[in-house]
């Protein structure tokens, strides 16, 4: 019995120890596939963790940097390769833009060219909308305007700016030049300049003309040349006149892009040599973009810490306007984490913040460069290869939403109406707020593609419910960050109005899907062999050729 029972004990203590070794295998072999997983999310997101790198180093730079009082050559150098990574990515946004509205539109047939615009501008339409009120809003509760802000940030500085000296002209010149700008009389121009409204002395009218003939590029982009106008003499009688300034139309281009591509697509098989050679552009330009992203930590720390170094007195200035600050803040987080993500889910019926997420990258570029279209080439990267939005409404609605999705500057513009009115010590009725709101949306929709645009448009506001434009001198101190906040909301808003345009057109994306394969098939048919003079067949593409092998029978010489 003994010797049973030492035998069963040995037994059980030998169970026990390959036990322990086998759990212990277990856990290395856990721990390893724990360390894949990890390696994994580092490897998928390394372009991301890079990016986030560059923007806290440049912060750090900044802040570091600041009490030193370094010399102008210095900062200039600073900033130096942000300037060369800010020309790059705005190399590639005019044949970026060309190639994915020509290739996308002509994809698809002109009925559901159609559909797709009027869902896109309905969006971006009512997402302006919802964050003009929004804005409106949180200004009434919270209130950021104080009176007494206006003598303690308004430095002689900011006195000596051309806003005050200023009056806006109204909002219908402001629409006016949209429309010039959407139908540009000359193409090759609308790559160079775009349409604006002036005004002028009227004895000087015929030499302001004149000089706009000739000079249509010499001169330099000011705020007094943006829908603005000196006034100081108040006996001078003035009238409008439209010129050019520097800059790309880019809505004349998207629009001619638009109609270009849908027509190209209704041809056949004639347009489909030049579909190719536009897809072909985007492709190139796509790998070019794999190529500058590497370059993204160095060129986003060197914008941002050049303009935290360039801005004068920066503390206490955003003591001053901290709640202005923070109210525009507020916004864009609700807009950004409770209306976005409602949209998205209501829609689509997944999960919102995995696309968010998807997209952290363009959003940090966009936030480092002031810029959508700076963005843009990233945002395309990002929503067709790790976001799987169909292409073809990528290539459409984003360089779209670039020119006049600007949700961001719908919020800024109602925020900041109302921060000057509460800061003047005004009373908005409700036809006040109403029309804050309604401008607010139409402004932001009217947009110029110049830098801090929302300053300019938001003269048109304050015009519309008298509130005094001189005080919008103030924002001129604080707008290098909030138009980095806003501009955050504007990316956004073209990835998600592209993420529902698609969900809505899945139907008809499939139905395309169908009529392109019988199309291809039908490409490569008979059918598609024309005959020429001597009867015989040849394909209608160029460079193509048809064998024609005749076989004969043996004849015998018996």
Same mark, same amino acid.
């Given at each position: 019995?003994?010797?049973?029972?030492?035998?069963?004990?040995?037994?059980?203590?030998?169970?026990?120890?390959?036990?322990?070794?086998?759990?212990?295998?277990?856990?290395?072999?856990?721990?390893?596939?724990?360390?894949?997983?990890?390696?994994?999310?580092?490897?998928?997101?390394?372009?991301?963790?890079?990016?986030?790198?560059?923007?806290?180093?440049?912060?750090?730079?900044?802040?570091?940097?600041?009490?030193?009082?370094?010399?102008?050559?210095?900062?200039?150098?600073?900033?130096?390769?942000?300037?060369?990574?800010?020309?790059?990515?705005?190399?590639?946004?005019?044949?970026?833009?060309?190639?994915?509205?020509?290739?996308?539109? !002509?994809? /698809? @047939? $002109?009925? &559901?060219?159609?559909?797709? +615009? %009027?869902?896109?501008?309905?969006?971006?339409? =009512? *997402? !302006?909308? /919802? @964050? $003009?009120? &929004?804005?409106?809003?949180? +200004? %009434?509760?919270?209130?950021?305007?104080?009176? =007494? *802000?206006?003598?303690?940030?308004?430095?002689?500085?900011?006195?000596?700016?051309?806003?005050?000296?200023?009056?806006?002209?109204?909002?219908?010149?402001?629409?006016?030049?949209?429309?010039?700008?959407?139908?540009?009389?000359?193409?090759?121009?609308?790559?160079?300049?775009?349409?604006?409204?002036?005004?002028?002395?009227?004895?000087?009218?015929?030499?302001?003309?004149?000089?706009?003939?000739?000079?249509?590029?010499?001169?330099?982009?000011?705020?007094?040349?943006?829908?603005?106008?000196?006034?100081?003499?108040?006996?001078?009688?003035?009238?409008?006149?439209?010129?050019?300034?520097?800059?790309?139309?880019?809505?004349?281009?998207?629009?001619?892009?638009?109609?270009?591509?849908?027509?190209?697509?209704?041809?056949?098989?004639?347009?489909?040599?030049?579909?190719?050679?536009?897809?072909?552009?985007?492709?190139?330009?796509?790998?070019?973009?794999?190529?500058?992203?590497?370059?993204?930590?160095?060129?986003?720390?060197?914008?941002?810490?050049?303009?935290?170094?360039?801005?004068?007195?920066?503390?206490?200035?955003?003591?001053?306007?901290?709640?202005?600050?923070?109210?525009?803040?507020?916004?864009?987080?609700?807009?950004?984490?409770?209306?976005?993500?409602?949209?998205?889910?209501?829609?689509?019926?997944?999960?919102?913040?995995?696309?968010?997420?998807?997209?952290?990258?363009?959003?940090?570029?966009?936030?480092?460069?002031?810029?959508?279209?700076?963005?843009?080439?990233?945002?395309?990267?990002?929503?067709?290869?790790?976001?799987?939005?169909?292409?073809?409404?990528?290539?459409?609605?984003?360089?779209?939403?670039?020119?006049?999705?600007?949700?961001?500057?719908?919020?800024?513009?109602?925020?900041?109406?109302?921060?000057?009115?509460?800061?003047?010590?005004?009373?908005?009725?409700?036809?006040?707020?109403?029309?804050?709101?309604?401008?607010?949306?139409?402004?932001?929709?009217?947009?110029?593609?110049?830098?801090?645009?929302?300053?300019?448009?938001?003269?048109?506001?304050?015009?519309?419910?008298?509130?005094?434009?001189?005080?919008?001198?103030?924002?001129?101190?604080?707008?290098?960050?909030?138009?980095r906040i806003r501009t955050t909301n504007n990316l956004l808003g073209d990835c998600y109005a592209a993420a529902v345009v698609e969900h809505?057109?899945?139907?008809?994306?499939?139905?395309?899907?169908?009529?392109?394969?019988?199309?291809?098939?039908?490409?490569?048919?008979?059918?598609?062999?024309?005959?020429?003079?001597?009867?015989?067949?040849?394909?209608?593409?160029?460079?193509?050729?048809?064998?024609?092998?005749?076989?004969?029978?043996?004849?015998?010489?018996?």
């Amino acid at each position: 019995m003994c010797l049973v029972h030492e035998m069963a004990q040995s037994q059980q203590s030998f169970l026990k120890q390959e036990a322990g070794h086998l759990s212990r295998e277990d856990k290395l072999l856990k721990m390893g596939d724990h360390r894949s997983n990890w390696r994994r999310v580092l490897g998928d997101n390394k372009l991301i963790l890079i990016t986030l790198s560059g923007v806290l180093l440049g912060v750090i730079i900044g802040f570091t940097f600041r009490p030193l009082g370094l010399s102008s050559d210095s900062l200039m150098l600073i900033a130096y390769p942000g300037e060369l990574f800010m020309r790059v990515l705005k190399l590639m946004i005019l044949p970026l833009v060309i190639a994915s509205l020509i290739s996308g539109s !002509s994809s /698809l @047939n $002109a009925k &559901l060219n159609g559909k797709i +615009a %009027l869902r896109t501008f309905v969006y971006f339409l =009512t *997402t !302006s909308l /919802l @964050n $003009a009120i &929004l804005g409106t809003s949180l +200004a %009434l509760i919270i209130h950021p305007g104080n009176p =007494t *802000t206006d003598d303690a940030v308004q430095t002689d500085l900011l006195r000596d700016t051309p806003l005050s000296k200023t009056k806006t002209v109204s909002l219908m010149d402001s629409v006016l030049d949209l429309g010039r700008n959407i139908f540009p009389d000359n193409i090759f121009q609308a790559a160079l300049q775009q349409a604006h409204t002036v005004y002028v002395p009227k004895e000087t009218v015929g030499l302001a003309a004149n000089s706009t003939e000739l000079s249509q590029t010499s001169a330099p982009i000011t705020s007094s040349s943006v829908n603005l106008v000196d006034w100081s003499e108040s006996n001078v009688e003035w009238t409008r006149i439209v010129e050019y300034r520097s800059g790309t139309n880019s809505l004349g281009i998207v629009f001619f892009c638009l109609v270009f591509g849908t027509l190209l697509g209704t041809i056949g098989r004639k347009g489909y040599v030049v579909v190719q050679f536009f897809s072909a552009i985007f492709d190139v330009i796509m790998k070019m973009v794999t190529g500058v992203m590497w370059l993204t930590p160095i060129g986003i720390s060197s914008v941002i810490a050049g303009k935290i170094l360039s801005v004068d007195d920066i503390g206490f200035v955003m003591t001053q306007l901290a709640w202005f600050i923070f109210t525009i803040a507020l916004g864009v987080f609700l807009y950004q984490w409770i209306i976005l993500q409602a949209i998205y889910f209501v829609f689509i019926r997944k999960n919102p913040f995995r696309f968010y997420l998807g997209l952290v990258q363009p959003i940090l570029t966009g936030f480092a460069t002031a810029s959508t279209a700076a963005a843009l080439p990233l945002t395309f990267r990002c929503m067709n290869e790790r976001l799987k939005i169909d292409s073809r409404i990528t290539r459409f609605v984003l360089p779209i939403g670039c020119n006049i999705n600007m949700d961001g500057t719908a919020l800024f513009i109602s925020v900041a109406s109302i921060f000057i009115a509460q800061m003047s010590n005004m009373t908005l009725n409700v036809g006040q707020v109403v029309t804050v709101v309604l401008t607010s949306t139409a402004a932001s929709m009217s947009s110029a593609s110049i830098p801090s645009a929302a300053l300019v448009l938001l003269l048109i506001a304050l015009s519309a419910i008298d509130a005094p434009i001189n005080n919008a001198t103030l924002l001129f101190a604080i707008d290098w960050f909030v138009d980095r906040i806003r501009t955050t909301n504007n990316l956004l808003g073209d990835c998600y109005a592209a993420a529902v345009v698609e969900h809505l057109s899945r139907n008809e994306l499939k139905i395309s899907d169908i009529d392109a394969y019988y199309k291809d098939d039908d490409i490569t048919s008979d059918d598609q062999c024309e005959q020429d003079a001597n009867g015989k067949r040849k394909l209608s593409f160029p460079n193509s050729v048809i064998l024609n092998v005749e076989v004969s029978t043996p004849v015998s010489n018996t």
